[in-house]
């Protein structure tokens, strides 16, 4: 038989779900895999009752149900400070995953360049690679996971058709500055670059730092498409419900392409969410302040257990250095870490272009008990996994 495609023949499976499976099959507390342990919002589920017994259980309009789109553009566009037309600007799409695949093969022919920043959530490369192109990594430089915009600049001198900007980071939780965003803004202009922006942390932001939406910085909404989900603001991730917002005529070609990827999303489920899309400022502070104080818990724990870590702006995501059980490979380390003490991670490199494999992702969107067995089993670490430590 004739060989399988080319362009898929590198592909793995995704390191964060086979974690996921990892953490299942020893029954360590699953913290690779960023999905919540709690329930979504009371009237989000009250209207999913509701909607289970009247008539939306057949195809919505393809690119999203007209009462959604309507109640989208209208929280969407109070946050990021720009009119948008539900009509002409929005497509609603299989979570954000689609949105960034039909993002990317909106603007991308193959052999066109696309800048993705290191670390990044390990989609991005796949996506270039489904969409022919080929990616240009710029290294974010920790601690702060900041860029070097010369070395950025000399990313732009290749001619990219398109730069892919996560803010709020995933994995390293970096949330970008308004000078940062300038920098990127300024150079995408002066050489004619698309922005495609994952936004899905877009609340989850934690103080001093702020969110800025790349459009809405000065002569960028023509060139951005912004890319975000549900999933992580109302804690429905197995939901899939994602969108793209972009100009009209950018948004008119996603919209085909969309049509030919998915047909379209759930239409009980964009029924059943509107609810909250309609919630007003103080859930948005509420949901701030839970995931603060998750953070505060979960980061203390480390540091009782002096075990190295980052400290994310932004998202629910934190790297811990391994650097001291002396292993070479990152997904090693993680499978006796599931297996011996009991607890789920991702392996760092999975997210970075270099060679980094100290690292490992820990993720803590879940419930304060579930954190707290965590960094129970945690305290083991040293003890069950002694063999390779420097």
Known sequence: MKALSDRTAGFTDSVIRRMTRISNRYGAVNLSQGFPDFEPPAAILERLSEVSHEDFHQYSITWGAQNFREALAAKQAHYMGHPIDPDGEIVVTCGS????????????????????????????????????????????????????????????????????????SNPCGKVFTREELETIAYLAKKYDTYVITDEVYEHIVYAPYQHTYFASLPDMWERTISCSSLSKTYSITGWRLGYTIAPPKITERIKKVHDFLTVG??????????????????????????????????????????????????????????????????????????????????????????????????????????????????????????????
Not at 332 to 344: K, N
Not at 356 to 369: G, P, Q, S, T
Not at 370 to 381: D, F, M, N, S
């Open 97 to 168: 995953t689609e949105a960034m695949m039909a993002a990317m093969m909106t603007v991308a022919n193959p052999g066109d360049k696309v800048i993705v920043f290191s670390p990044f959530y390990e989609n991005y490369g796949a996506d270039t690679i489904l969409a022919g192109a080929e990616p240009i990594y710029v290294p974010l430089q920790p601690p702060a996971f900041s860029f070097d915009p010369e070395v950025l600049e000399d990313a732009f001198r290749q001619g990219p058709k398109a730069l892919i900007l996560c803010n709020p």
């Open 265 to 390: 999303a759930a239409a009980p489920l964009q029924e059943a969410v509107i609810p909250g899309l309609k919630f007003d400022q103080q859930y948005y502070d509420d949901l701030l302040e839970k995931y603060t104080h998750k953070k505060e818990l979960f980061l203390k724990g480390l540091d009782d257990l002096q075990l190295a870590h980052t400290n994310p702006q932004g998202a629910y995501y934190v790297l811990l250095d391994i650097s001291e059980f002396g292993y070479e490979s990152d997904q090693e380390f993680c499978e006796v870490l599931a297996r011996e003490v009991g607890v789920g991670a991702v392996p760092g490199s999975s997210f970075f272009r270099e060679p980094v494999n100290h690292l490992i992702r820990m993720h803590f969107a879940k419930k304060d008990e579930t954190l707290k067995e965590a960094l129970k089993r945690l305290e083991q670490i040293r003890s069950k996994i002694p063999g390779k430590r420097i």
